[in-house]
């Protein structure tokens, strides 16, 4: 029997969670739920943290656009807030399952998570989104791209929480996700998070490896180049140096590895095609 | 007008709302799951982790003192018996040995679900354990460890030639193929492969068992047939037919899944042994894990031509991965080489094959029957060697198709066929133009399914009020046998459908029906209905005769149920008929009829055959289906744009339901086709859940599917009908195949058409170019 | 005995006192401490859709929602529907249609659908396959339960 502890405060659940080393956050219950249905988790207490008014909502900041960590999928995908450069974020959340599902999972939920092939993690990656992560030792900031450490292991320390995950402000910028899967919101095969910025390009690729890839020294090197074929292989390649796929029951390695030049093509033509029209 | 506006006479052709669709419109329908016994426990099993081990012993001691425990079955407490509808090979639970990683090895019955599970975990087996046979060709290997030692003594139905891991081998040949192959201009090769798919019936398995004081047994369960669950629990508990009773709540889907046992034989031991009722519901990752799927096939296939494309020999070689339990595989093996030629006329034709055991779990029914995997081969060499004779898809098989009158492979007749103008019809409608202008990719292939087989029964009764009670024993799994039993009965009678009601399959008093698979209930059932509805109207006609004091060929039937005297005004209602039978002569008014299809399958003269496990089979459907794909080549993603699925199903006596078993199976072969596989990771299975093992969505379908239903009456068939359940899954793959052949020029001999094998293939051709 | 709480939960617009486990989900609250059996376990894992209920106007899976967090939310299954026009446009659409085959799905289906027509004036036949995508069904392959939606849409307009 797992008890439930329904802090109103991030300061409560931290110090829950400090003092029940088997406890564990529950965000949408999206996963965790699911995972302790099929018998692969037991926690002694689940701290619910869907009565935490920080946690929730989406708001324009100082910094940019602060996402609560409690923002089910469903206001992301319907947020206005999220255009231009920003617009990939909003596709992949509503890429991410089907309605239900959507009205129950949270963007804090799946980071945490950091489950390879989800959707978020490489659309955040493509927009320099910062992680706030709170903790018994205070609150401190992550950017995404350095957040996943590892196959399901980011920089979540013990006790500590993703209270809130912060993009820069939206610019005026073409941007896109793309999934390969085997049916309508599966996981992914292989993902393409892709932000064009007059002369250069922004790319994030998941399901490729633990975590999402991209590379900001290639992008520079490509920056002015856009419309030269060569360099835009010559940039996949460096993108594929760095991933890390497996084979799995969604594809092989092998073949996620020929996935990623060839939707950094695509996803650049099809920008090229927005930007005409 | 709405189909439930009372309609007078002529209930056959008519698409009515099922019978039961307004108690699952108020979600009010109980299936296994719903059903609560007073008393009840609930049960859970621990499945094997092993492959292949013998059990040295049990520790159960810890599980029994878990909270809410009453008892524990392990293959102590069940004797010898083993059930199998072709080889005799299995028991209610793993006894004294292991053969797969999932295969139920005890199960606890106790007060909630969550306790029985967790009991099981308490349960320590000690194995020892054996090495793994994971591939056919390691089965037959020499030295291969031997799945079943006891082989030679088991009980087998036909001559399956089984020994070592070899379950099972059949040849069947016709003409001469080893010296046609010199007569052919044309020959093409290759060698396929087809994946495991997962049924994934909405509803997992479940079974809920009661014992009554005299110790006979009432047992409700998730099935496709009350008769198979009986057999099949008598068989492998030793218990008398006459102590088992077989019922049936509403089923959610089945596809073959539930046609022979899942848990029903364990759920009955438990309680048994607990002496209260059980129930138990096995979860999703339960029903991929312990159950049964699609068998996966090796085909090695040739087949050879005149320059003109004339057709003159096919030699088709499978290779079947059985599971570790035979199962249905024997009659799936035997059955696909029976349709391996496809609805052509080949003269020479030869079809062998083998069937091993391996530590996997059953492969066993499901929707097709083998029919899917040898037509993903046969209808692509189809459209090779039309291509090699330089005629489209279409002419190539106009030119060689079976018609009406001729005989099929091995030796059944051919009685009607609608292939032709099904051809004819996708033809046509698939040449229109796409809407938006872009250039289709059509792939085309034609196919044939059998219905028939084997005993069922039909017991009509005329109650008091002169409504009528029709009871088959066929279980309806959604699919709509009921209604459509209900209609043939009631255009019989002559009466508005809503005076017909169905029973629902219970072994005490259901005539016995072999089940709801094979494409059968319609056709067949639907005989024995009409067969006795008729016997019922002979003796209304008979006492009207007498009541109206005239001859019985001056009698007609009337609107609303009634006898009239031609001519006349005069008539009886059913009801007066039916109280004057009641009290006064003759007796209630019954009419049974029971039947078995009996055309032979083989005839000597014509072919050799040996291992044939269908001595008596059935007769024919026919279907054309045209799939129109888009192929991404930047991923090798494939999508359906449009299909055309025509099938000849004799007479629709319910067109809606056909139409939706066309489009459902359609969907089902296409996820089949692109996408759906089963996949091991060693002995384990490693996708044995819905987040890993897709099916489509309501996305994932083309909005233009459309299922066309053509008539070409069968003789011997309830007002002409013939089946209409498999027929619109078989020429899937081989369609999408040759579509995708179409819009990449690659040729793809393993399914599934993932993208990743799509791509592949969209690659090795800019190779060549 | 597995200990039981007594919880609050307001279904189909009635409060009613629960026992059932704390941690129980709300599709095992439903059916094993309310008797609501019109929510079904396919797969228990989200992704089948057959156990879908609304909670404050929104379709989610029961199965993956803990009841405990259900308390003073509005909770509506099939059964609380009855009095309502479009699910009772849609019922006698789906029923007509040929969208009902073995029925497992089919309570998630109406809810999914309804919630969709109540809250779009304009649906899309797009917009239906969208809202349904979360209901998997292996039967009917989907045409006529998209077909009764949209006819269910046609006549809730008029």
Known sequence: ??????????????????????????????????????????????????????????????????????????????????TGSLAVVRQAAGMIANRPVRNMGTMGGAVSNADPAADYLPALACVDAVVTLAGPDGQRDVPVRTFVQDWYETALDEGEIVIA?????????????????????????????????????????????????????????????????????????????????????????EYRLALIPRLIHAGLRQMKLAEVA | MTDQTPFVGGAVGKSFAKLDNAEKAEGKALYIADLYRPGMLHGAILPSPLPHARIKGYKLDAALAAPGVVAIVTGDDVGDGRMGAFIKDEHAIAKGKVLYVGEPVAAVAAKTEAQARAACRLIEVDYEELPAILSPEDGLADGAPILHENLATYFKVFDAGSQGNLAARTVLEEGDVASAWDDCDIIVEGEFTTQAQAHVAMEPCGALAEVDAAGRVTLWSANQSVFRVQANVSESLSLPMSKLRCLTPRVGGGFGNKMEPHIQPITVALALKAKRPVKLILSREEDFEMVRARHPYKIRMKTGAKKDGTLVARECEVLLDCGAFADDSPGVLGYSLLMCGGPYRIPNLKAHGKLVYTNKLRFGAYRGFGNPQVTFAGEQQIDEVAERACLNPIEMRRRNMLHAGDGWFVGPEVASSGLA???????????????????????????????????????????????????????????????????????????PLDMVSVASPDTDGSPYNWGTTASRVTYTT??????????????????????????????????????????????????????????????????????????????????VALGLPFPRIGIFSFAALAVDVDVDDVTGETE???????????????????????????????????????????????????????????????????????????????????????????????AIANAVHAATGFRHRHLPLSSERVLNGILSQEDVA | MTKKTLLTLTLNGEETDVATPMDATLLETLREDMGVLSVKRGCNQGVCGSCTVILDGEPVRSCLTLSARCKGHDLRTIEGYEADDIMASLKQHLTQSGGIQCGFCTSGVLLSAQTYLAENPHPTRDGVKSALSGNLCRCTGYRTIVDAVCDAAVEVAR
């Open chain 2, 526 to 607: 639907g005989r024995a209905v009409q067969a006795a509805a008729g016997k019922v109207l002979d003796q209304v006609l008979r006492h009207a005769a007498e009541m109206l004091a005239c001859d019985e060929d001056e009698l007609e039937l009337r609107d609303g149920a009634r006898v009239g005297k031609i001519g006349s005004n005069t008539d009886l209602p059913y009801s007066a008929i039916s109280a004057r039978a009641h009290w006064a002569v003759g007796g209630p008014i019954v009419g049974s009829e029971t039947l078995v299809f009996e055309q032979e399958t083989h005839d000597p003269k014509r072919a």
């Open chain 2, 421 to 495: 103008e099904c051809l004819d019809i996708v033809e046509k409608r698939s040449a229109q133009a796409r809407a938006d202008g872009t250039k289709r990719n059509l792939g085309f292939a034609i196919t044939a399914h059998i219905s028939g087989l084997l005993g069922t029964g039909a017991i009509v009764r005329m109650l008091e009020d002169g409504s009528i009670s029709l009871n088959t024993g066929a279980t309806d799994i959604g699919q709509g046998s009921d209604t459509v039993l209900a209609q043939i009965c009631a255009e019989k009678m002559n009466v």
């Open chain 1, 165 to 253: 995950i912060t993009l820069p402000a939206p610019r005026n910028e073409l941007s896109l996700y793309r999934k390969v899967a085997r049916v309508t919101g599966d996981y992914a095969t292989a993902s393409c998070a892709i932000a064009m910025d007059g002369d250069t390009i922004r790319v994030a690729i998941g399901a490729c490896g633990p975590g999402p890839i991209r590379d900001t020294e290639a992008e520079e090197t490509l920056r002015g180049h856009l419309a030269n074929p060569e360099a835009v292989t010559a940039f996949a390649g460096q993108l594929a140096a760095l991933a890390d796929p497996i084979d799995d029951v969604r594809g092989s390695a």
């Open chain 2, 640 to 734: 359906v744009v449009e299909a055309w699925s025509a099938a000849d199903v004799g007479r629709a006596i319910n067109p809606r339901l056909v139409e939706v078993q066309l489009e459902g199976s359609f969907v089902q072969g296409m996820g089949y086709a692109l996408y759906e596989e089963m996949v091991w990771d060693g002995p384990k299975l490693a996708n044995p859940s819905l987040m890993d093992y897709k099916i489509p969505t309501s996305r994932d379908v083309p909005d233009a599917l459309h299922a066309m239903i053509v008539e070409d009456p069968e003789p011997t068939g309830p007002y002409g009908a013939k089946g209409a359940g498999e027929i619109g899954l078989n020429a899937v793959p081989a």
């Open chain 1, 1 to 82: 029997m797992t008890e439930i502890y329904t802090p109103k405060s991030i300061q409560e659940a931290i110090s829950f969670l400090a003092a029940h080393p088997d406890a564990r956050p529950l965000a949408g219950g999206a996963t965790l739920i699911a995972m302790r249905n099929a018998g692969l988790i037991e926690a002694s207490h689940f701290v619910s943290l869907s009565e935490i008014g920080e946690l929730q909502g989406i708001a324009k900041t100082g910094e940019g656009i602060r996402i609560g960590a409690m923002t089910r999928h469903r206001e992301t995908a319907e947020c206005d807030l999220l």
